[in-house]
């Protein structure tokens, strides 16, 4: 019986609520190792060189087609996105740069889905949801989030964040994108051995 | 007896049976309860008797025992018209609030005038949102509950109560068993206060700012349950 069954379908056409978790004891902790460690192999050698966060963020920029939304109050989600990786947060504007993470993770978390553009309340202005690029930069986002602070609640979004991105298949990403999937579900995975360490929770 | 001029809104639901066990234990009749019967069970299909409160015994059973009159609607639905009608046909001005897990109460029930008491798994403000009995043990080894008067955002409203409990034995038994139990055990202390002196515990505003917790994911509710505890926790 499978049990981390929260990558087997497409979230982005079914949604996933997390609702009503069964008990699986420690199995389950094997289980969601396993399960990242396979789509880990699924990414091997997607990239030509053992590329930084950065050089593969400004190949993904480079091919994005981001239109300024300085002329309005929209947000272009990519666009926000990508400004937050790139500024370092704990500095410039801080409290601007906190109100676009929550609101974005309370958005995320509420509808399971990022929106391409957004009004300045957060209320999606567009219909389109499937760009990956999008949920891949929140989580790398929350990453930072999580490494600064030490939030569960960032590490648990970024759990469904990439239970989403595994769910779509991996097959048709770019190589610029499997890269950074796999240095998210590297990442991940470390912050939970951690967490499973501390814990003294010991797994096979 | 002590009949007390307060109602119950809810669902049978193991909280529920928590929350009446306290009135039993008590000797509290309540004014009215109002239960919604419509829509699937909210008790699990196998109950096994806990230690801290009758959880076997259905919620109508309960309150009969009690001699509480029971208005009982065929809604699931906490927001339906039914209930606005049950309300505004109520005596009570304070309901104890036990609907089902992550139904909101809207603005057409919280327009009767009527207060709503519920009581959250969590300290306010600091755990405000979804799975905080679980948040809570993650981060501090420890649970808390908190009595609040609903209003129209989501655990915002003031604070009349909170208490501290330290992590429970069982962790696997935390949804049906210690969930109701930390919020019935304060409970317990609202209404022992309400028998003494006539009126609820002086409400506290809340900050209003902070953030909400989510639904939290398989993995960390298993890595919460597993934990046993954490050298940085002191627990309570």
Redesign the interface.
């Known amino acids: 019986m499978i049990m981390y069954v929260?990558t087997l379908t497409n979230i982005l056409k079914k949604r996933q609520?997390?609702?009503y978790?069964p008990?699986?004891?420690?199995d389950?902790?094997t289980e969601?190792i396993s399960n990242r460690k396979c789509a880990l192999s699924k990414l091997e050698d997607s990239y030509p060189t053992a590329a930084s966060e950065y050089e593969l963020i400004k190949d993904i920029e480079s091919t994005l087609q981001i239109q300024s939304s300085q002329k309005t109050q929209n947000i272009n989600t990519t666009a926000m996105l990508l400004e937050l990786i790139n500024n370092n947060l704990e500095l410039t504007d801080h409290a601007s740069a906190l109100f676009k993470i929550?609101s974005l993770?309370?958005s995320f978390?509420v509808r399971k889905k990022i929106y391409t553009k957004y009004n300045e309340l957060f209320k999606p202005l567009s219909k389109e949801f499937s760009n990956l690029e999008n949920y891949i930069l929140f989580s790398i986002v929350l990453l930072k989030q999580f490494t600064l602070t030490n939030e569960?609640?960032y590490?648990?979004?970024i759990?469904?964040l990439n239970?989403l991105i595994i769910s779509t298949g991996l097959e048709s990403v770019t190589k610029a994108n499997k890269a950074l999937i796999s240095l998210l579900l590297t990442r991940e995975l470390s912050c939970?051995q951690k967490?499973?360490q501390?814990?003294?929770?010991q797994y096979e | 007896m002590n009949k007390i001029n307060i109602g119950l809104l809810g669902v049978d639901s193991i909280r529920t049976r928590a929350y009446i066990s306290v009135l039993t234990k008590l000797n509290i009749t309540l004014e009215e309860a109002i239960i919604l019967s419509g829509g699937k069970s909210h008790t699990p299909e196998v109950i096994e008797k806990s230690c801290y409160f009758n959880n076997q015994i259905h919620s109508i059973k309960m309150l009969q025992a009690l001699e509480t009159p029971i208005n009982i609607l065929e809604t699931s639905d906490i927001n339906d018209a039914t209930v606005v009608t049950a309300l505004n046909h109520s005596r009570p001005k304070l309901f104890i609030y036990s609907g089902s897990g992550g139904s909101i109460i809207k603005n057409n029930i919280l327009s009767t005038q009527k207060q709503f008491l519920h009581i959250h798994p969590g300290i306010l403000p600091e755990y405000r949102g979804s799975t905080t009995i679980y948040y809570s043990l993650l981060k501090e080894n420890k649970c808390g509950a908190s009595g609040i008067i609903l209003d129209e955002n989501i655990d915002t409203g003031p604070v009349i109560a909170s208490k501290e409990f330290p992590p429970p034995d069982d962790r696997k038994s935390i949804d049906y068993e210690y969930d109701p139990y930390v919020r019935s055990a304060l409970l317990s202390e609202i209404l022992t206060y309400y028998l003494h002196n006539g009126r609820l515990p002086e409400k506290n505003n809340q900050n209003r700012e902070g953030f909400n917790y989510y639904i939290m994911h398989p993995l960390l509710r298993h890595i919460t349950m597993l934990s046993q505890s954490h050298p940085s926790n002191s627990g309570v």
């Open positions: 929260y609520d997390y609702m978790t008990w699986h004891g420690k389950f902790i969601y929550e993770l309370k978390e569960y609640r590490l648990n979004t759990l469904k239970d939970i967490l499973l501390e814990r003294s929770i």
